[in-house]
C-alpha cells in the first residue's frame, strides 16, 4: 500500500470543520431530544414558543449531520485498506446514514403519538441511534485528522474486493439474525413477521449494494477491463460451487424437522444470506 | 507432476522487485502473485506470457513441470 505522506492542510481543515459541525448538530439533537422528551408528556398541550423553533432546526441539523456520514463515505472508500476493521466502519457508517432517515419517522410519529400514547419505546429508541450516530462521527472525524488513516492511496482492487466481501459476510449475518428475530415474535407480532423480515433483509442488503456499484463504477473510471483477476475469478467459482451447498442441507434439516409450515419468505431469505455468508468466507479464505 | 516455478527469486535478481510492483506490471492482484509463488494457483496461459513478457525470459525457464517427489 502506498502511502502519501505529501502535506494536504486543505484536507484535514475540511475533515475538522464537517467533523466538528456534524458533532455540534448531534450533540444539539440530543439536548433538544431531551428537553422535547420532558416537555411533551401526556395532556402537556402545546410546545413553547422558543421550543417549537428548536425543534425545527432538527430536521436540517440531521440533515448536516447526514452529509457529513456521506464525506465520511467517499473518504473510507477511497481508502479501503482490505482490513476487516477498515470495512466494518463503512459498514457502520453507512448503517448509521440509514438510521438518520429513522430518526426522522420516529420523530414524527412522537409528535403525532405523545398526547395519547406512550412513547418512551420511540425516545429510547432515537438516543440509541443519536448515540450510534454520535460515536460514527467522532471516530470518522478523528480518522480525518490521523492523515495516514484517510489519505492512504487506496490497496487498489485488490482491497475493494476482499472489502466487498467482508461487507457481504456481515450483511449475511446481519440477515440470518434479522430473519430469526422476525420470527422470533420479539421485535413484531408474528403476522407481521414477513412485512418485517423483508424490510430487515433490505435494510442488511443495502450496504452491500452500495459497495458494489462503487466497485463497479471504479473499474469503469480505472478502465480496468474486469473487475477481478483470474484467480479471483477462480475462487468466486469455487465459493458460488460451495455456496449451492446449504440449500441441500437446510431443505433436508427443515423437512426434517416438518418446518415448512413457515412462511416462504423465511426459507427464500434465510437461504440468500446463509450462502451470502458461505460465499463470502470461501472467497476471504481463498485469499488469506 | 507439479507446476514448479522461479518467479521469487527472479524478482529478487530485478532489482528486489516486490510482489506488489510485479502485480501491477501484469495487471493482477498481489495475493494472485503469492499464490502462483506458492504453488498454489496455477496461472492462465496468458498471465504465464505476461510474467515471461516481464522478467524478460522464456516461459519454460520461469515454470517447469516437475514430479512430485523432485519438488519435495
Not at chain 1, 420479539?186 to 423483508?198: K, Q
Not at chain 2, 528486489?16 to 510485479?22: D, V
Amino acid at each position: 500500500m502506498k502511502i502519501n505522506t505529501a502535506a494536504n492542510p486543505a484536507f484535514n481543515r475540511r475533515g475538522a470543520v464537517f467533523g466538528a459541525a456534524a458533532i455540534a448538530c448531534l450533540a444539539y439533537c440530543l439536548t433538544v431530544f431531551f428537553i422535547l422528551q420532558k416537555a411533551l408528556a401526556p395532556g402537556s398541550g402545546d410546545l413553547s414558543g422558543a421550543l417549537q423553533a428548536a425543534s425545527l432546526a432538527l430536521p436540517p441539523a440531521l440533515l448536516a449531520a447526514g452529509l457529513f456520514h456521506v464525506y465520511l463515505l467517499a473518504k473510507l472508500l477511497k481508502s479501503l485498506t482490505g482490513r476487516f476493521i477498515n470495512s466494518l466502519f463503512v459498514l457502520l457508517v453507512i448503517g448509521s446514514g440509514i438510521l438518520l432517515v429513522s430518526d426522522i419517522t420516529l420523530l414524527s410519529d412522537i409528535g403525532k403519538e405523545y398526547n395519547r400514547f406512550d412513547v418512551s419505546g420511540q425516545w429510547a429508541m432515537l438516543y440509541a441511534f443519536t448515540a450510534f450516530h454520535l460515536a460514527v462521527v467522532i471516530i470518522g472525524a478523528a480518522l480525518l485528522q490521523k492523515r495516514k488513516a484517510l489519505t492512504a492511496d487506496s490497496g487498489g482492487s485488490e482491497a475493494v474486493y476482499i472489502s466487498v466481501h467482508h461487507i457481504a459476510l456481515i450483511s449475511g449475518v446481519l440477515g440470518v439474525a434479522g430473519v430469526f428475530l422476525a420470527m422470533s415474535g420479539a421485535a413484531v407480532p408474528l403476522r407481521y413477521a414477513a412485512g418485517f423480515m423483508v424490510v430487515l433483509s433490505v435494510l442488511a442488503l443495502i450496504p452491500l449494494v452500495l459497495i458494489l456499484v462503487y466497485w463497479r463504477l471504479r473499474a469503469k473510471r480505472k478502465k480496468e477491463r474486469t473487475m477481478m483477476d483470474e484467480k479471483q475469478f477462480s475462487d468466486t467459482a469455487i465459493a458460488a460451487l460451495l455456496a449451492a451447498l446449504p440449500v441441500y442441507i437446510l431443505v433436508c434439516t427443515l423437512d426434517l424437522l416438518s418446518a415448512f409450515s413457515l412462511p416462504a419468505s423465511f426459507f427464500i431469505l434465510l437461504l440468500f444470506f446463509i450462502q451470502l455468508i458461505v460465499f463470502s468466507s470461501v472467497v476471504l479464505f481463498k485469499n488469506r | 507432476m507439479k507446476l514448479h516455478n522461479n518467479i521469487r527469486r527472479l524478482r529478487f535478481e530485478q532489482d528486489e522487485m516486490s510482489q506488489q510492483e510485479l502485480a501491477d506490471k501484469i495487471g493482477v492482484s498481489r495475493m494472485t502473485i503469492y499464490s502462483i509463488e506458492k504453488g498454489n494457483y496455477v496461472p492462465s496461459t496468458v498471465l504465464a506470457l505476461k510474467i515471461a513478457q516481464v522478467f524478460q525470459r522464456p516461459v519454460e525457464e520461469i515454470f517447469t513441470l516437475l514430479p512430485e517427489k523432485e519438488d519435495n
